[in-house]
């Protein structure tokens, strides 16, 4: 009977044409597979998927999300130390600040690293931005602030002279949200030696990375906290949840992929195993970390997060993200027809933000978080990433018991 259930464990578990190597066994589907099977709790389980092990040289196949302002440097050093691979968000960077702080960072690790970057198109359109700007004139009033004269990017996307300051940096990770740079600059980064990542939403977003010479794709469900990585389409009404996607672009793609969206403890992670990925990427789950870089009314949403406290919306930058609710976001949202091209959201809002923070009121704040905020962990990085790692091979191990 055991052998019996154990061989429909392996039967789910080789998802995505990778075999489950519980217990660390290379060759599972063995004549011997019962005494083998009674050997097995005495082992430590390993993951069950190595490709992104391999390629990145690091112990686990846990990635802390990049985090846009959230994200202080100590975190992705913390993380590479726990045998993770750690990200830094350089989106809101210039290629000099970028030299300066990527050199600083590098220097505190050896461990492989992977730096972020947006690839946004930014649509301008001045009837839109001046419409917006009306919509808001009520809150400007009512909070006795100026309107901006006019909106301002703060956050170009990746262009040449970043990639002339990625390349000589030369982290070992390069990772895009909304698509991917130039053709020429993926080649640049991929001669220097770096491993391109990409975030996608749907099958056909995840072909194209791949095409486009992606060396792994983060399949990025509507869980997901921060904002969507949509960019062939718009259409947010049919985005997917981590469990039907990741299983989807696993069957469609050969290049590895990275589940991310709604995972936050062992139970999740492998989960995404047992649906064929390689590895996790978790955002909101370290967000509560000592070392994040995040507001007081955000740490305080994210202790009193429920399953349901948060929603879809582009009223705070102009794209689709998951964020906590808020009163803009309730009375604008969760989604405007009319809002401006992101990220000029941002520079709109940014007056009242102000305000409103000094009022010690998060009214126009924006709190980026996923669904599974309430699971987060008041833990330090790097030790979340070592309980994140040991929970997910325990629970490994107990079904493998269990077979
Ligand atoms: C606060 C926050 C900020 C984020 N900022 C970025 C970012 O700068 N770049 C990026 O590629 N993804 C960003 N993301 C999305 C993550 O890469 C990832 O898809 C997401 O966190 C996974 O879902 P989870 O939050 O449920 O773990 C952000 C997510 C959060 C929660």
């Given at each position: 009977m055991a052998g019996i259930r154990r061989r429909e464990l392996i039967k789910t578990a080789t998802?995505?044409?990778?075999?489950?190597?519980?217990?660390?066994?290379?060759?599972?589907?063995?004549?011997n597979e019962e005494v083998r099977a009674q050997e097995a709790p005495l082992r430590v389980a390993s993951w069950p998927n190595r490709q992104l092990l391999d390629l990145l040289k690091i112990e686990h196949p846990l990635i802390q999300a990049p985090m846009g302002l959230h994200t202080s440097p100590a975190m992705p050093v913390a993380v590479g130390r726990a045998g993770g691979l750690g990200s830094f968000p350089?989106?809101?960077?210039t290629a000099a600040q970028l030299r300066d702080l990527g050199r600083k960072l590098l220097a505190q690790t050896d461990r492989p690293l992977n730096l972020n970057f947006f690839c946004h198109v930014t649509k301008r359109n001045p009837a839109l931005e001046a419409a917006w700007l009306k919509r808001l004139a009520p809150y400007y009033t009512e909070l006795e602030v100026n309107p901006p004269a006019a909106l301002v990017s703060a956050r170009p996307p990746f262009d040449a002279e970043m990639c002339d300051a990625v390349v000589e940096l030369k982290p070992r990770v390069v990772s895009f949200h909304f698509g991917l740079p130039e053709a020429t600059l993926v080649d640049r980064l991929k001669a220097a030696g770096c491993v391109i990542f990409s975030s996608a939403t749907t099958v056909a977003e995840a072909r194209w990375l791949e095409e486009r010479g992606v060396d792994a794709v983060i399949a990025q469900?509507?869980?997901?906290?921060?904002?969507?990585?949509?960019?062939?389409?718009?259409?947010?009404?049919s985005q997917l949840g981590t469990l039907a996607l990741v299983p989807q672009v696993v069957d469609a793609v050969k290049i590895p992929v990275i589940a991310a969206g709604g995972i936050a403890d062992g139970r999740g992670i492998v989960a995404a195993f047992a649906l064929g990925a390689a590895g996790v990427q978790m955002g909101t789950a370290y967000l509560q970390c000592p070392e994040a870089t995040i507001s007081p009314y955000e740490r305080a949403a994210l202790k009193s997060a429920k399953d349901n406290l948060t929603m879809v919306s582009?009223?705070?930058?102009?794209r689709p993200a998951r964020v906590f609710v808020n009163r803009i976001v309730r009375e604008l949202g969760p989604l405007a027809a009319d809002a401006p091209s992101f990220p000029l959201g941002t520079p709109a809002l940014a007056p009242l933000v102000s305000k409103a923070e000094s009022q010690s009121?998060?009214?126009?704040?924006?709190m980026y978080g996923g669904q599974a905020a309430a699971l987060g962990r008041e833990l330090a990085c790097g030790e979340l990433t070592s309980v994140l790692a040991k929970e997910a091979l325990e629970r490994i191990r107990t079904l493998y018991r269990a077979s």
């Open positions: 998802v995505g044409g990778v075999a489950l190597s519980l217990g660390g066994a290379q060759g599972l589907l063995v004549a350089c989106s809101t960077f469900g509507l869980e997901a906290g921060g904002h969507r990585g949509m960019f062939l389409t718009t259409e947010l009404a582009n009223v705070l930058t102009g009121s998060a009214d126009f704040t924006g």
